[in-house]
């Protein structure tokens, strides 16, 4: 059975074959959503399906996905997503109901990105690349690398020279050819299109190639399965999952993973197998705010921004999937909020009090959340998962700036004494 059938321009909605070389639309460059047969999905695939299934990555959605069978049997490719959720002790003093903390640093690259790259790359060997190519600020890059690197993938890199050393080291150590550009990642990002073209490169851009949001759908879906089980335990009859009072938050920079979490819901909501669509919350650095500019002025155009946000991840002039960024919220009774990079940086702090250790574009939800907290946004019904996108490794220069620097000390017993009681 083939579930792809084809594309669709999110901005003019014309239709594209399945076969169609292709990245955006060629009458305005708006981003393509992947068009997938649920008629016969339907047919074949029940709830059961998926949650009897034993696999515990990504690949447990398969029959959901637009890419016809797994490869990378027992390498890292295999272990892409299946992420914890973990309860918040403090839901309680939030005055919410329950607050759950989905960590992607747990991912075999240690982000986000990893769902993406792991469905761009298997789409790659279906139509016989020889070369995958991205930009990327680091995450992405490692993602692409590093998932590359287990299913024997060439991959070539084009990153900001400013990248984190962590992450460039990533890309090294996995094997990419990796190019540092001396610019902003939007220049990498336009030079690594104009090589692609040049030498027929497959490109997995944030934002241009339609496969990623088709990967980073899947954390919805783990979400769903997590509320699915509770319910099943609670008796609930039906499997259908009531996600009234839920509302999802995670970090925006080129809009793509946030796109990804809202297409993953709406394919539930197709499915008939979610109450409704939750509510999604993409929060924003004020130094790198292009997504949320638009969604305040109840606009679509995305007007770039000089992005200046330590949170590099998330740092970004010109968001490429800045429209169906938008759409996450507005279409969801969502929003957008904005915060100082000094709450990001707390909120390393707070995230790790928790066990948590996240970088800066991975603590920006939960600063988010913090804020959405004074701003009245939750009630006693609520429940909210926050995204923590990456981890706190991938930038630990950064992660130095959220706490005191540790005492050094003669080592005596007297010193430890005098510290101990300080
Ligand atoms: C890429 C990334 C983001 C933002 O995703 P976009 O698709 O660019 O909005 C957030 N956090 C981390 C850690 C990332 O790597
Ligand atoms: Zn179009």
Redesign the pocket.
Do not use: L, R, W
């Given at each position: 059975m083939q579930k792809f059938i084809g594309y669709k321009c999110s901005l003019c909605g014309k239709s594209y074959g399945a076969d169609a070389k292709i990245y955006t639309c060629a009458i305005d460059g708006g981003n393509l959503d992947v068009i997938l047969d649920f008629d016969s999905i339907k047919k074949t695939v029940s709830i059961e399906t998926i949650t009897n299934s034993r696999d515990n990555s990504i690949w447990r959605y398969l029959p959901l996905l637009p890419v016809e069978k797994k490869i990378g049997d027992q390498t890292p490719m295999q272990f892409v997503g299946g992420t914890p959720m973990f309860r918040h002790p403090q839901a309680a003093e939030f005055g919410i109901n329950d607050l759950l903390i989905k960590d992607?640093s747990r991912n075999p690259t240690a982000?986000?990105?990893d769902r993406a790259s792991a469905i761009v790359v298997t789409r790659a060997k279906e139509i016989g690349s020889d070369v995958v190519v991205t930009a990327s600020?680091?995450?992405?890059g490692a993602a692409l690398a590093g998932i590359s690197a287990a299913v024997g993938q060439r991959s070539i890199i084009f990153a900001p020279k400013t990248a984190p050393s962590a992450k460039v080291a990533q890309l090294l150590v996995y094997g990419s050819q990796v190019i540092l550009v001396d610019g902003t990642y939007d220049d990498a990002f336009d030079l690594s299109v104009l090589a692609a073209t040049e030498f027929g490169w497959y490109c997995r851009n944030?934002?241009y190639n339609a496969f990623?949001v088709e990967g980073?759908k899947t954390a919805s879906f783990e979400v769903w399965e997590y509320f699915y089980h509770q319910q099943a335990l609670q008796g609930a009859k039906n499997g259908v999952v009531n996600f009234d009072n839920l509302t999802v938050m995670?970090?925006?920079?080129?809009?793509?993973?946030?796109?990804?979490i809202h297409k993953g819901f709406k394919d539930l909501y197709q499915l008939g197998w979610i109450s409704k669509v939750p509510r999604i919350i993409g929060v924003q650095s004020e130094g790198s705010a292009a997504?949320a500019n638009a969604f305040n002025n109840h606009s679509e155009e995305i007007i770039p921004v000089k992005a200046t946000t330590l949170?590099d991840?998330?740092s970004?002039d010109l968001?490429r999937?800045g429209v169906r960024?938008v759409r996450a919220a507005t279409e969801t009774g969502g929003t957008y909020i904005l915060v100082p990079d000094e709450e990001i940086i707390k909120s390393i702090a707070l995230l790790g009090k928790i066990g948590i250790f996240s970088?800066p574009?991975?603590a920006?939800a939960y600063a988010g959340f913090q804020k959405a907290v004074a701003l009245g946004l939750f009630d006693q019904n609520s429940k909210v998962v926050v995204f923590n996108?990456?981890s706190g490794l991938?930038d630990v220069n950064t992660a130095m700036k959220a706490v005191q620097p540790a005492p050094i000390i003669e080592p005596t017993l007297a010193n430890v004494k005098r510290l101990i009681k300080g």
């Open positions: 992607e982000s986000f990105k600020t680091g995450n992405a944030t934002g990623t980073k995670v970090s925006v920079g080129d809009g793509n993973i946030i796109s990804g997504v949170a991840s998330i970004v968001p999937d960024a970088e574009a991975g920006t996108t990456g991938k």
